[in-house]
């Protein structure tokens, strides 16, 4: 085999493989629950940062009752009642875990519900280089839509601001 046939099944094997990825992200989105989900931002305070918004998602959790310190982290799944992104308790280990917000490392942002239960796992928004991501302010929410996969983090699949009762999806393509 020359080195141009190898190049070639190199160049086919990779993608392939990204196609494949792009399928089962495209089927989980076509097949899999969606919820809108109240956001708090997160600053993780990285020397690094891209072009993205980092998030974390308030979920519903009646049966959680943080303590004095929040280091005990629950194994939560996820699923959509309602309307609304529910953690509950799981034996198995799914990787995510929920807190109250005062447990939270990072700077916390004006629009966060004190009270609030979010998972602990940040979600990250990519945005493009030529959006313009509008600034929030006290009086507005930020929102994702957010793909529940069977296993992991939500998958976000847009933002919007929230101010009232008047709802304003962002254009950030």
Not at 44 to 71: C, H, K, M, S
Not at 123 to 143: G, K, L, M, R, S
Request: glycine letters at 6%; charged letters at 25%.
């Amino acid at each position: 085999m020359t080195a141009i046939y190898k190049a070639l099944l190199v160049v086919f094997l990779q993608t392939l493989i990204l196609l494949s990825l792009q399928g089962k992200l495209l089927y989980d989105r076509a097949t899999r629950p969606r919820v809108w989900v109240r956001t708090g931002n997160y600053d993780p305070e990285l020397p690094i940062r891209g072009r993205y918004i980092t998030l974390r998602l308030q979920v519903q959790a009646p049966w959680f009752t943080p303590g004095p310190q929040d280091n005990a982290r629950d194994n939560v799944r996820l699923s959509v009642e309602n309307g609304q992104l529910v953690a509950t308790r799981s034996d198995e280990d799914t990787g995510l875990s929920i807190s109250h917000w005062a447990g939270l490392r990072g700077r916390n942002a004006d629009n966060a519900a004190p009270q609030a239960v979010y998972l602990d796992q940040i979600v990250d928004f990519f945005v493009p280089e030529h959006a313009i991501v509008p600034q929030t302010n006290a009086t507005q929410e930020v929102w994702a839509e957010v793909t529940i996969p069977r296993k992991g983090r939500p998958r976000p699949i847009q933002l919007a601001l929230k101010r009232g009762t008047e709802w304003r999806p962002l254009d950030l393509r």
